[in-house]
């Protein structure tokens, strides 16, 4: 004997399985990684020396500087 569903079940598991997608999506966005105000400096640092407006000894020593 197969299992086959019907049309009222296809409905069912649309109806339970679409928010748990969103719900799921939602968790997903929500955990990338969103550098927080205290990586931020780093991060213009990391730019600012990718871009060549600082020279490798500035670089380091602004790491060195916002470390804690």
Do not use: T
Request: hydrophobic share 50%.
């Amino acid at each position: 004997m197969a299992f086959r569903l019907g049309p009222l079940e296809i409905l069912i598991l649309f109806i339970i399985l679409i928010p748990i997608g969103i719900i799921f999506a939602v968790v997903k966005l929500a955990k990338r990684r969103v550098p927080s105000s205290k990586d931020r400096p780093a991060e213009a640092a990391k730019e600012r020396y990718a871009k060549g407006e600082i020279n490798k000894a500035e670089f380091d020593q602004i790491k060195k500087d916002i470390s804690p």
